[in-house]
């Protein structure tokens, strides 16, 4: 789950999937949350791993990389 915190226009967003949900934050932040998001399952669909089958180590390196500039 990513939640956004720097919501100031009022408007409530929120975007789920089978493996992810990704509630509140501003237009661009919730756009890059759900971006990474997405990647990140992609990359993990790919090596046939599930979030359970890797460490917080190899999460938290994936997230980077796979984090919009």
């Known amino acids: 789950m990513g939640i956004g915190m720097d919501n100031k226009d009022g408007h409530k967003r929120v975007t789920a999937a089978e493996d992810f949900s990704v509630?509140?934050?501003?237009?661009?932040?919730?756009?890059?949350?759900?971006?990474?998001?997405?990647?990140?399952?992609?990359?993990?669909?790919r090596k046939d791993k599930t979030l359970d089958e890797i460490s917080r180590e190899e999460l938290s390196d994936l997230l980077s990389s796979e984090s919009p500039e």
């Open 23 to 45: 509630i509140g934050g501003s237009e661009e932040t919730h756009e890059k949350m759900t971006e990474t998001l997405i990647k990140t399952f992609e990359y993990l669909a």
